[in-house]
């Protein structure tokens, strides 16, 4: 893809699921990566199973505390100690919830929002100043279906997807004096390893309320994020692009 090699991209929540395969996705584009997670024994568990892909790989492993800017300071230093520069950052780490209101703890939805949506500030506040002196770069968040439907149970979930959305347009407007672009992917029923591990009758029954007639894959995800961070992008920003197989939910 236009545009990618030689790139400097962060992805956080990069050991599993949509944003593994948007690792995997970038670095055999020749982009360089940092991977972030949350854990030293996932992030070192990814990158081992990165090598066996490719030694060539340029990938580095972080697992900053995403609420704690000082901790996303030092990641960033080392960065651009190691490589000079930040061209994209992927937003992509989230936890889901669907407890009913009535079992849930004020701190219960307080927690959601602080991973999906505080972190997400943090990352942007800090990588957004190194973007601004090279004049460019690219923000991409991770939405979801759920921001423009909502969900049945679980209310921070859709809550603090429906935030991505109001972060994603508002920066777009706010950064792109500064050359940079702000998007989002918002992903329908992704079949990630929580997903797999359903019985082939639920997966079959919801692939059927799905217009494309399947559950999408992480790597349709993937190939979003690679489009939207590319040349192929240059004048697109402040868009929710939807990766659902026009599922309504
Ligand atoms: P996943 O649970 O497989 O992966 C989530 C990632 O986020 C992991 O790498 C995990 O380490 C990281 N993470 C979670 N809590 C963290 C924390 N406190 N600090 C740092 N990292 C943390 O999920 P996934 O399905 O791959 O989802 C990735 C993104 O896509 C999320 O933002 C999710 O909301 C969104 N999404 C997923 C789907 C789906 O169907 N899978 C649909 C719509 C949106």
């Not at 209310?155 to 672009?181: M, Q, W």
Request: proline share 2%; with cysteine; aromatic share 6%.
């Amino acid at each position: 893809m236009k545009g990618i090699k030689n790139k400097v991209v962060v992805i956080t929540g990069g050991t599993r699921g949509i944003g593994f395969e948007t690792v995997k996705k970038f670095l055999s584009n020749g982009a360089k990566v940092a991977l972030c997670g949350s854990k030293k024994e996932t992030v070192d568990k990814a990158l081992e199973e990165l090598k066996g892909i490719s030694e060539k790989y340029e990938v580095i492993g972080f697992y900053p505390n995403l609420l704690n800017p000082k901790e996303i300071d030092e990641m960033v230093d080392t960065i651009l100690e190691k490589w000079g520069k930040i061209d994209v950052l992927i937003n992509n780490a989230g936890v889901s919830d669907n407890k009913s209101i009535y079992d849930q703890a004020p701190e219960h939805f307080e927690k959601i929002l602080d991973i999906n949506i505080q972190a997400i500030f943090n990352c942007t506040k800090i990588i957004a100043e190194v973007m601004k002196e090279e004049k460019k770069g690219v923000i991409l968040n991770t939405s979801s279906v759920v921001s423009l439907y909502g969900q049945k149970t679980g209310v921070g979930y859709p809550t603090s997807k429906f935030a991505v959305n109001g972060l994603t347009k508002s920066l777009a407007r706010e950064l792109g004096k500064d050359g940079i672009r702000v998007n989002a992917v918002a992903p329908g029923v992704i079949e990630t390893d929580m997903v797999k591990a359903l019985d082939k009758n639920i997966i079959d029954a919801i692939s059927k309320t799905i217009p494309l007639d399947r559950l999408g894959t992480s790597e349709d995800v993937a190939n979003a994020f690679l489009f939207l961070a590319s040349d192929m992008a240059s004048y697109i920003s402040g868009e929710i692009l939807s990766v659902d197989g026009a599922v309504v939910i």
